[in-house]
């Protein structure tokens, strides 16, 4: 019951999910092998908003529903400039790093799959992204969104500075 309201929320916010990984983990206990589950899920609203979430569970749809609830709590906000990014970007995390460029408009989403749902989910459809080094997907993930981060971090540095040239008498 408690899932089904989760859905209906993110249904309503107009936001939209992409499983990018699952993965079986065990674990050894007294008694023998623990198997579990462990979900890699992106969330977006196609007009600049993504986060992604991980999620445990014994079975697949519960470790889904919590990596995207988990998803919802870590949104972040993108500037767009039109369908592409305003500006080159590197980003790191990890040992994973990736680089991320505009492209003219018709080009579409060129990446690997971790980054092409991220890309995809915060409504960006044209860029050239490259995965360099680690090409674990939470990583990836991570990274990707890191560099998106930094794009808004430069937009609202760039608009103080304006503000503060306009204020100078």
Same mark, same amino acid.
């Given at each position: 019951?408690?899932?089904?309201?989760?859905?209906?929320?993110? =249904? =309503?916010?107009? +936001?939209?999910?992409?499983?990018?990984?699952?993965?079986?983990?065990?674990?050894?206990?007294?008694?023998?092998?623990?198997?579990?589950?462990?979900?890699? *899920?992106?969330?977006?609203?196609?007009?600049?908003?993504?986060?992604?979430?991980?999620?445990?569970?014994?079975?697949?749809?519960?470790? *889904?529903?919590?990596?995207?609830?988990?998803?919802?709590?870590?949104?972040?906000?993108?500037? +767009?400039?039109?369908?592409?990014?305003?500006?080159?970007?590197?980003?790191?995390?990890?040992?994973?790093?990736?680089?991320?460029?505009?492209?003219?408009?018709?080009?579409?989403?060129?990446?690997?799959?971790?980054?092409?749902?991220? !890309?995809?989910?915060?409504?960006?459809?044209? *860029?050239?992204?490259?995965?360099?080094?680690?090409?674990?997907?939470?990583? *990836?993930?991570?990274?990707?969104?890191?560099? !998106?981060? =930094?794009?808004?971090?430069?937009?609202?540095?760039?608009?103080?500075?304006?503000?503060?040239?306009?204020?100078?008498?």
């Amino acid at each position: 019951m408690n899932a089904k309201r989760i859905e209906d929320d993110s =249904q =309503q916010r107009g +936001l939209s999910d992409k499983v990018v990984d699952i993965c079986r983990v065990s674990k050894v206990v007294k008694g023998g092998r623990h198997l579990s589950f462990r979900a890699l *899920v992106v969330i977006g609203d196609g007009h600049g908003r993504v986060g992604a979430g991980i999620g445990k569970a014994d079975a697949i749809p519960d470790a *889904v529903r919590k990596a995207t609830s988990f998803g919802e709590k870590s949104l972040v906000s993108v500037p +767009l400039h039109g369908p592409s990014i305003p500006f080159v970007v590197k980003a790191k995390y990890g040992a994973a790093l990736v680089l991320l460029k505009p492209a003219p408009e018709g080009t579409g989403i060129i990446a690997g799959t971790s980054m092409r749902a991220i !890309l995809d989910l915060v409504g960006i459809k044209d *860029v050239v992204a490259k995965s360099l080094g680690s090409q674990n997907p939470i990583n *990836v993930v991570r990274a990707t969104i890191e560099a !998106l981060r =930094q794009l808004s971090t430069v937009r609202r540095i760039r608009n103080d500075e304006s503000t503060r040239e306009t204020s100078i008498p």
